[in-house]
C-alpha cells in the first residue's frame, strides 16, 4: 500500500496547497512495516491536478490535516482514501498513527 503525505520543511503540510513534495511511503497492508520511501516535488501552480498526479504516483491513501468535502471527493473520485485530522509530524510518525489506527478516514466518519 501506498501512503502519501504532503510535506512542507519535512512535516505534514497543512493545507495541501501548502506543499512543497509529497512522501510516498510504501508498507505491506498485512504487517503495517515500511517497505520504502520517497519524496518527490509536487507539479507548480496546479492544485487540480494532484489528485490525478498522485494517482499516477499510485497512491492509495492520502494523509493530510484538514481537507474539505468537495476536494475529498476528487481524491476518493481516484482511488485514493483520504485520512485527515493529522497532526502537522513526519511521515514516519504519520505513518505509525495511521498503522496504529489512530488516524480517521472520511470513510470512518460517514459509516455510522
Known amino acids: 500500500m501506498r501512503i502519501a503525505i504532503p510535506l512542507a520543511e519535512g512535516k505534514l503540510a497543512d493545507p495541501l496547497q501548502r506543499c512543497q513534495e509529497v512522501a510516498l511511503v510504501d508498507i505491506d ?54 485520512v485527515f485530522g493529522a497532526p502537522p509530524e513526519t511521515p514516519g510518525q504519520l505513518v505509525a498513527a495511521y498503522v496504529a489506527g489512530r488516524l480517521r478516514s472520511q470513510q470512518d466518519v460517514d459509516e455510522p
Open 29 to 82: 497492508p498485512h504487517t503495517g512495516i515500511v517497505q520504502g520511501r520517497r519524496s518527490t516535488p509536487v507539479p507548480p501552480d496546479t492544485p487540480a491536478v494532484v489528485p490525478e498526479w498522485l494517482a499516477d504516483q499510485g497512491a492509495q491513501v492520502l494523509i493530510v490535516g484538514s481537507m474539505g468535502r468537495r476536494e475529498r471527493d476528487r481524491f476518493s473520485g481516484r482511488g485514493i482514501r483520504t
